[in-house]
């Protein structure tokens, strides 16, 4: 496997980031969208909202429905596009947004930064820890600015939480807590049959690189009122662990200067729910980082937690104890702490729209955007270690230098083998 050390990464800074076409200063960058699902829709929304920045020159997806959507959306100004590369393709396109499901994202921005596109792609970046890595190398090796859709970095309160963990007010901590629980009936997302694919769905181009599979409801996992259940199976994703745990275990590592772990262990298995989702209804996973420990819980058949929140982050020091999440955060001091006050801070600016306002000045400037790529490839790889954990059943120590596992019969998890003619090459 071909590595960037950590070293070699801060070596590259600073470094020029070159524009996809020659623009004046007032012109508005054009995008491609790939992807028109619950979140493309959401990033679609928000480029809408900076339309004196943004035109939205294509929208693209294998799905009809959500293709209609998304050109209806533009008010039909949009091209409507089936096959991606028809973006990538086009020379007056500056940035492409990739809302995929997981198993596209590291293809689709490996192309676009070959083809001079600066990319927007949503997290979890990848589904392997192979794919993170030849992502960062593409943005680098093809000087692109590439921001992934962790987009808590643009929320101001959870900048005033990293600062204030790095302030040391809190102390030394030593523990952090990440969390998502709930409560969802047994049946789950129920047990749907394999059955023909809709006639206006493209299936082999939706399973891209991964295995070809029979159509199943699950698997394509449109619902109107969830996010779509692709994220249960593991050709396509990670469960929750790298679809919400990214989100949070990437508050974590900031808050450290994007340290990453090196141990991790995992519990985990189907206690709960009777569907046919292949990622676990209940999970621990310990990380053992420089100095303190971090866990990411999840569970669906108990919803209590501790500040009545669904999920969250803690960081807990010997001064105090602060709770983050989207909705603000709240600082509670140690009995010992007697000069420290309890705070509470509640949101205060649109981190989504935020974030989509720092890719724009970073494809502007030509300067690394707040969730650069490397930074999310620490924090996506930080949870796909914790599968490899958990599936593999070792206690897993991460080389970061050489970025793999020390123990060698791990790492048949940190690759998968693409379909043709889906494999990346730099």
Not at 148 to 172: D, N, P, Y
Not at 333 to 358: C, G, I, Q, S, Y
Not at 387 to 395: C, D, E, I, Q, Y
Request: with cysteine; aromatic share 12%; glycine share 6%.
């Amino acid at each position: 496997m071909s590595v960037i050390s950590r070293r070699d990464w801060l070596k590259a800074t600073p470094f020029t980031i070159l524009p996809a076409r020659a623009r004046g200063a007032n012109d508005r960058l054009v995008g491609g969208f790939i992807g028109m699902g619950r979140m493309g829709m959401a990033n679609l929304s928000f480029a809408l909202k900076l339309e004196k920045d943004i035109e939205v020159r294509a929208v693209c997806d294998v799905y009809r429905p959500h293709l209609e959507k998304a050109v209806d959306a533009t008010h039909g100004r949009a091209k409507a596009v089936k096959d991606f590369r028809e973006i990538l393709a086009d020379p007056e396109i500056d940035f492409v947004c990739i809302s995929t499901p997981d198993h596209w994202h590291a293809y689709m921005t490996v192309e676009a930064c070959k083809a001079g596109k600066d990319v927007f792609v949503e997290k979890p970046l990848s589904v392997t820890v192979e794919e993170a890595q030849l992502m960062v190398q593409a943005a680098r090796k093809y000087n692109r600015v590439v921001q992934a859709g962790t987009m808590q970095r643009s929320g101001l309160h959870f900048q005033q939480a990293v600062e204030i963990v790095r302030s040391g007010v809190l102390g030394k901590v030593t523990f952090c807590r990440t969390w998502n629980y709930t409560n969802m009936p047994k049946s789950g997302i129920g047990n749907p049959p394999d059955s023909d694919p809709p006639p206006d769905l493209d299936w082999d181009m939706w399973l891209g690189p991964a295995p070809y599979r029979p159509f199943n409801k699950n698997r394509f996992g449109v619902d109107p009122k969830a996010f779509s259940h692709f994220r249960w199976f593991w050709d396509y994703a990670g469960g929750m662990m790298t679809d919400w745990g990214v989100h949070l275990l990437d508050i974590v590592q900031w808050a450290f200067d994007e340290a990453m772990p090196r141990s991790i262990v995992a519990l985990g298995g189907k206690y709960w729910l009777e569907d046919n989702r292949e990622t676990p209804d209940t999970l621990q996973v310990t990380y053992e980082y420089p100095g303190f420990l971090a866990t990411y819980e999840n569970r669906y058949g108990n919803a209590q937690s501790m500040f009545d929140k669904s999920y969250g982050i803690l960081f807990h020091g010997d001064r105090g104890t602060l709770f983050v999440d989207r909705s603000g955060y709240r600082l509670i001091p140690e009995a010992n702490a007697t000069d420290l006050a309890e705070v509470e801070v509640k949101r205060f600016n649109n981190m989504n729209l935020d974030h989509w306002r720092n890719f724009v000045e970073a494809m502007r400037t030509r300067k690394r955007p707040i969730s650069d790529v490397e930074t999310c490839a620490r924090s996506t790889v930080t949870c796909l270690l914790g599968n490899v954990a958990l599936r593999s059943g070792l206690r897993i120590d991460w080389d970061e230098k050489n970025w793999t596992t020390v123990q060698p019969e791990a790492r048949k998890w940190l690759r998968r083998e693409a379909r043709d003619p889906w494999k990346i090459k730099l």
